[in-house]
């Protein structure tokens, strides 16, 4: 196979050279002093731990980021220590949008907790998962379930760090699932305006895929998030055999596999985004990552051997879902709820002013105690999710095969 990789304009390469030789700064960059923050200057920056700096460990701090290492990201019931999961996901990303950002001379470390964070309300079992729990939610509230809106809810509500206003904007329009040619900013300077657009997505189906970036550096991560798996799902489909060599796929601009892809985005971002106000790429590289995309559906998101390992999955979600919404509606501080979700908020809160778990019980325990239930599913590993639904369920008829590595 043929490997086309680009490279930048010899034209672009002195530009960015006699700029950074001259100290020339982008006006169009979000810098630290311009973080906002719900509750006020609590967690300002410092000459050595700038704000954006202080939400990348706001991010990583988080109780809820460990559990990135046995969440699925797109490939579920594989024991296969080489297959991504959300862990490794959030880091290519990270690594793809600092590339891009420090060739266009962003905020890097605004770019690296938008990354790091965007996933971290994900649920058990991928878009699966998620897909499941949204149906369930929207059956018995009317309302809906995505991971992007849940993630700014874990940052900015369930481990209350005071993340700042820029990073939970480029958290919740990350919107992976749509690919633009161009991806310019859109205001938003207050926490107000951010609710309103959170509980626009709870309500509204279309709201989500509405969302735009405040900040370049969210534009950045978000086609990042795209060019990170884009790639990368190709080789784990290889590696569990669902295809079988990078010819399943067009030939076309960006390449088949993952470093062509990675290394050809990058070149036409920033060949058409440097000094501009906006994040763009040539008109051949998005229609060639759109079919790239359409191309990953039809082979791998949409194969019927990917979505035989969901049969016994789904009902597992709606039992657990039914009897933890039981527990919710009669609370008793020996459930599972509470020992495991509740006294967990309240444990990884401890010291914090910004959460009180009494508030939170009281908030939704008599209105909506559908939400409590979302919040500790959404926040379960694939593993606990089992082994919940084993505890909860000890002669339930429904189980999770795992394909071996021997296999």
């Known amino acids: ?16 050279r006699e700029d950074r ?26 000459i050595w731990r700038p704000a954006f700096v202080m939400d990348v460990d706001k991010v990583i701090h988080n109780n809820y980021y460990n559990r990135y290492s046995d969440k699925t990201q797109v490939l579920s019931c594989f024991k296969n220590d080489d297959i991504s999961r959300r862990a490794l996901h959030v880091q290519f990303v990270s690594r793809i949008a600092r590339t891009i950002g420090q060739s266009l001379n962003l905020n890097l470390d605004l770019i690296e907790a938008i990354s790091l964070g965007h996933d971290i309300g994900h649920t058990p079992f991928g878009h699966a998962g998620e897909r499941f729990l949204n149906n369930l939610y929207h059956s018995n509230t009317g309302r809906y379930f995505n991971h992007n809106v849940h993630s700014v809810r874990v940052l900015d509500k369930l481990i209350c760090r005071n993340v700042s206003l820029q990073v939970l904007d480029g958290v919740l329009c990350h919107n992976g699932e749509m690919e633009q040619q161009e991806y310019k900013p859109i205001c938003l300077d207050s926490f107000s305006n951010l609710d309103k657009r959170v509980e626009d997505c709870y309500t509204d189906n279309s709201a989500n895929k509405r969302q735009i970036p405040s900040t370049l550096e969210g534009c950045v991560m978000r086609i990042s998030d795209i060019i990170a ?11 569990i055999g669902l295809i079988t060599d990078d010819n399943s796929y067009s030939t076309s601009s960006i390449g088949t596999t993952n470093a062509e892809i990675i290394n050809n985005m990058t070149v036409s971002i920033v060949e058409h985004s440097y000094g501009k106000p906006y994040i763009s790429m040539d008109e051949d590289a998005f229609l060639a990552l759109s079919n790239a ?8 998101y949409g194969n019927p051997k990917i979505d035989s390992k969901y049969e016994d999955i789904e009902p597992m979600f709606e039992e657990i879902y039914t009897e933890l919404l039981k527990q919710a509606k009669n609370i008793d501080k020996n459930s599972i709820l509470y020992k495991h979700h ?13 959460f009180d778990v009494d508030d939170y019980l009281e908030q939704y325990l008599s209105s909506r105690p559908d939400d409590i239930v979302v919040d500790y599913i959404a926040s379960m590993t694939d593993d606990y999710f089992i082994d919940l639904y084993k505890h ?5 008829k429904y189980k999770v095969e795992y394909v071996g590595y021997f296999e």
């Open 293 to 300: 995309k359409k191309e990953n559906y039809e082979l791998i």
């Open 342 to 354: 509740i006294e967990y908020l309240k444990n990884a809160n401890s010291g914090v002013r910004y």
């Open 1 to 16: 196979m043929n490997v086309n990789y680009r490279k930048l304009s010899p034209e672009l390469i002195q530009r960015i």
């Open 21 to 46: 030789k001259n100290g020339v700064t982008n006006p169009y960059a979000c810098p630290d002093e311009n973080s906002i923050r719900r509750y006020g200057n609590s967690g300002s920056s410092m």
């Open 229 to 239: 798996y884009l790639g990368k799902d190709r080789q784990d489909a290889k590696k």
């Open 392 to 396: 909860l369920f000890p002669k339930g």
